[in-house]
């Protein structure tokens, strides 16, 4: 799957005609980059000394998911095989270089190389994506589960088609399907589930993160005996597991096993009716309040998606429902919202105002966003009939057309990884923070409503400046902690640098609530409203809110830029792994530190903050 996707047609616009649309309306500095396409490959003048042969290696730029990240042309090189891969890190541990696994780029966090890199640093990419794809089924167990093996370049769309085509599939995935597997498990991916009133899982599904799946996974490791790095498969029950399955980075792995369950059908549900300050209403609201809280008791399953400046947000509601409910669409394939993956292009020409510089165009942008999802899921048209002459001139009559010419999705069932995935490379590339707020599962609503009401309260003050940070969305969804006996392996331990370990000593915090803002990269007083939520985060109730970072978004912030605080690197984030007790953080970099102490795995920004 590639950026440039063909238009639509009626209206559709691909990505790469929303950078040219973008660019000629005068601005758009970070969408010049899609000219220039990432992992373009370059001729080289003079390959690294002594670099294994027959592994073709080449120069390249680097860039992340949403541009932030760019480098200049740096040495990258891609395996056939783990063994490749290994020769690699070993000429790169006599050489005096480093090696940076790289997979599909779909983060924001500095995890792999840092912005603006210089084309002389010491260091090769490790391309998993070209050729380390291969996957195979073991054998199915009697309980119903199986373990996929994988290796770590594999996309997880095609991860999660290879289950479900065998009949198994997880309980949450993350909605981008092009993640690498390897990239996944390195930042402990995750979609939205926590188990509804009186719902049992099968075997094998977890309500966790992805890296709570594995059973064992192989890596590269030092080998103090031989001298060298060497491959080496960890089972699950054995203590390095735990740091490898979160490892930021600060490993490379070649390949994993997950176990799998029982596939389950589901149908997704889609409101755009609820106010938002209802659905994050605070506890203990009058009977009937349609409540975050009371969607998950009765399903387990809500993501929201809250535009900017709007009041009523989208929700999403999943729930297991093994036969085609009466009205609901059956879909027999992933990314069933292409109003989100494709912008019409009047609304594309809106964003192109924004990022040349119409930042306060950010308030009709949200109601524009609001707008489209909503004719697109239901097909009512009354609000963009009643709403002001701009909005009419963004959602014309053809792009109304359009819209409801592939008819409903508001009520849709099929397999689990249908509706779990819904994020094609197409949509609109934003910048985003990430927290996770681990709580008891019945203080969910009151951390949804503490951030609501300073979200809305922040965002009125900012725009009373004629300060408009915001122009994307708030992205809420709701987890389990990490449950190790869903791997089925004795003596298995939740992943030691996940964002979802439990606190030893508080066994009633059961739910993470993530928290998510998005917004363009560019936009003017970002970073500063940024620092303001995490900075209200990072306050919160310690009695009743542990917040941890999201490893893979944005965090750490000053007025001026992300991961650059000190404090939040150095003591914040610590902290919250430490949070409970038990030897997560410390025994993570220890055992890190030990698997790779050469640190050729590594970075001088996981050097900074593993330590």
């Not at 609201?285 to 947000?313: C, K, N, Q, S, V």
């Not at 992205?475 to 439990?502: F, H, K, Q």
């Not at 917040?547 to 893979?552: D, G, I, P, Y």
């Not at 902290?575 to 970075?603: M, N, Y």
Request: charge should be negative; glycine fraction near 10%.
């Amino acid at each position: 799957m590639t950026d440039d996707g063909p238009s639509n047609g009626s209206g559709g616009l691909s990505r790469r005609r929303l950078l040219a649309s973008s660019a000629a309306a005068g601005g758009a500095v970070w969408m010049l980059r899609g000219l220039v396409r990432p992992g373009s490959a370059y001729a080289a003048s003079a390959a690294p000394p002594d670099f294994p042969a027959g592994i073709d290696v080449h120069q390249r730029v680097y860039e992340n998911w949403a541009g932030e990240i760019r480098t200049d042309q740096l040495w990258t090189c891609a395996p056939r095989s783990p063994e490749e891969a290994l020769a690699v890190v070993n000429w790169a541990h006599g050489a005096g270089w480093t090696v940076r696994a790289q997979g599909r780029r779909h983060g924001w966090a500095p995890l792999t190389v840092a912005d603006g890199t210089p084309a002389a640093t010491r260091v090769v990419l490790l391309d998993t994506t070209a050729h380390l794809t291969a996957m195979s089924l073991e054998e199915p167990a009697a309980d119903g589960t199986a373990a996929v093996r994988v290796q770590s370049g594999a996309s997880l769309e095609t991860l999660l088609a290879f289950a479900g085509a065998r009949g198994y599939g997880v309980a949450s995935a993350p909605a981008p399907g092009d993640l690498s597997v390897g990239g996944a498990l390195a930042i402990g991916a995750h979609g939205t589930a926590v188990p509804a009133v009186g719902e049992q899982p099968p075997p094998g599904q977890g309500y966790g993160s992805l890296s709570n799946l594995v059973t064992e996974l192989t890596a590269v490791v030092w080998d103090s005996a031989a001298g060298r790095y060497v491959l080496r498969t960890v089972g699950r029950g054995e203590p390095d597991c735990a740091a490898l399955l979160t490892h930021l980075g600060r490993s490379l792995v070649t390949e994993a096993v997950l176990r799998v369950g029982a596939d389950r059908n589901l149908r997704c549900q889609s409101f755009l009716d609820i106010p938002a300050t209802e659905l994050f209403a605070a506890p203990g609201a009058p009977a009937g309040t349609r409540t975050l809280a009371g969607y998950l008791d009765r399903t387990g399953r809500a993501e929201a998606i809250w535009f900017a400046f709007t009041d009523r947000p989208w929700l999403k509601v999943w729930s297991v429902a093994p036969q085609r409910p009466f009205g609901a669409r059956a879909v027999d394939g992933p990314y069933n919202y292409p109003f989100s993956d494709s912008l019409p292009e009047p609304v594309a020409r809106l964003a192109g105002d924004l990022v040349a510089g119409a930042w306060a165009s950010a308030p009709l942008f949200g109601q524009v966003q609001y707008l489209l999802a909503k004719v697109a899921l239901t097909g009512d048209i009354t609000d963009v009939l009643l709403s002001g002459t701009l909005v009419r001139d963004v959602l014309t009559g053809d792009v109304l057309t359009h819209l409801l010419a592939g008819g409903l999705r508001s009520d849709l069932w099929g397999p689990s990884r249908d509706l779990l995935q819904y994020v094609r490379p197409t949509t609109l590339r934003e910048t985003a923070n990430g927290y996770a707020v681990l709580t008891r599962r019945a203080d969910l609503q009151w951390v949804v409503s503490r951030f609501a009401d300073f979200y809305r309260t922040l965002l009125a003050q900012y725009a009373a400046r004629g300060e408009y940070p915001v122009n994307g969305q708030v992205e809420i969804r709701v987890t389990g902690l990490e449950d190790p006996s869903v791997c089925g392996v004795p003596g298995a331990r939740p992943p030691l640098l996940s964002a979802l370990r439990p606190r030893p000593d508080r066994p009633d915090v059961d739910t993470a609530v993530w928290i998510d803002v998005l917004s363009l990269p560019t936009t003017p007083a970002l970073h500063r409203f940024y620092r303001d939520i995490e900075q209200f985060l990072l306050a919160l109730d310690g009695e009743r809110a542990t917040v941890r970072v999201e490893w893979s978004k944005g965090w750490a912030y000053t007025d001026t830029a992300a991961w650059s605080d000190p404090d939040v690197l150095t003591r914040a984030v610590p902290a919250s792994q430490r949070a409970g007790g038990g030897p997560g953080w410390v025994e993570a970099v220890a055992t890190l530190d030990r698997l790779d102490p050469h640190h050729v795995l590594s970075s001088p920004f996981l050097d900074a903050l593993l330590r």
